[in-house]
């Protein structure tokens, strides 16, 4: 923490908008500094984000995902190759039926909304996503944007912690990416996010999802 | 209804729009034609606005309004002035420090939500809508979000109502233009929208606000 809280103004952001693409929300969290603790840093995350940031903002955030079209990406993340293996995804299914029926519940969704189906996918399996994204289908934009808006919450928590627990913590933003850390791989709406020190490389990609 | 009816596509989106200025909802609401009568068209526009429009499409809805910005302006629109007497505002009120306070809440508002504050301020004096938006002012983003959607869904009812019960609604959008349907006012971030008939223009500006 005490490294987040020297970083110069503009690091500070750039490292809030890898966890959150919402740039007033970024510009907030990073005027808050210093932070005590990971729990102030995520009180105040909270804070900003429920209470201060405009729809807006939440928009500005969910586009900041990239969209990932058609059945081949969807296979490529899921299943990685071998050239790619370092992205290897960690929802991990044979089932093309499964992964058919996402690409096609994925396009409803960002017809019906306007943006991707968000998700903090940690631990889900493509089934259960796939289960999550039929269940709010169905729901007003409004309520959408309120289950969106949390989920990116969740997304933005997991990479905060990612990034205090890892050994990037002590370095700067430009070091850690020299050093490999990987961030932001996105499923066709889902959002996967690794923050991944050398060490963690080392370890044959122990992957922190969010 | 009729004529509403037999309107071409782009006339009754043109209309449409001008109740409520989100594309995707006027195109929606112009294809659904024809209706049967104004409980029809009323109810297929709440369905269109409550479940089938995105946020983004609200949004797009609230940014129709334009802003107000200054002290001037507010006075301009509450009082009216000789040569504007067809704007004259409905909400009276002599009292500067109301506006004052008004202009300054409508900026903190727009500040904090990143849109004008909506309301349906028919009947409603100066007083009023100070107190509505001092209320509204507090409120999380989100649901702020669903108080405006709600305010311009009344806007939007209350100019389709006007429009059908005027004498306008017998000729073409161009020729009510020409004959003197007068709409969209606005009051920083309150909404007037006034639909006049020649005939109710001529009866001393009984003034439909929505």
């Not at 850390?181 to 996010?193: A, D, P, R």
Request: proline share 2%; hydrophobic share 40%.
């Amino acid at each position: 923490m005490e490294r987040f809280n020297a970083f110069s103004h503009e690091e500070a952001v750039n490292v809030l908008y890898e966890w959150c693409a919402c740039r007033s929300w970024a510009e907030r969290v990073a005027n808050a500094r210093p932070f005590e603790n990971s729990s102030t840093l995520r009180d105040l995350a909270r804070q900003v984000w429920w209470r201060e940031t405009t729809v807006a903002g939440w928009l500005e955030a969910f586009l900041g995902h990239p969209k990932i079209g058609d059945l081949e990406d969807l296979h490529r993340k899921f299943h990685g190759k071998a050239e790619d293996s370092e992205q290897a995804a960690a929802l991990a299914t044979n089932d093309q039926k499964v992964l058919q029926e996402l690409a096609n519940y994925n396009r409803a969704y960002d017809e019906k909304f306007g943006h991707i189906f968000i998700i903090c996918a940690a631990g889900k399996s493509a089934e259960t996503v796939l289960s999550e994204i039929k269940k709010r289908l169905p729901n007003t934009p409004h309520m959408e944007l309120a289950n969106a808006a949390g989920e990116q919450m969740k997304i933005t928590e997991a990479r905060l912690h990612n990034f205090l627990t890892s050994r990037g913590m002590a370095e700067t933003p430009s070091m850690q990416r020299r050093t490999g850390q990987i961030h932001s791989h996105l499923v066709q709406g889902m959002c996967f996010c690794r923050h991944l020190s050398a060490v963690e490389l080392a370890a044959k990609f122990v992957l922190l999802i969010d």
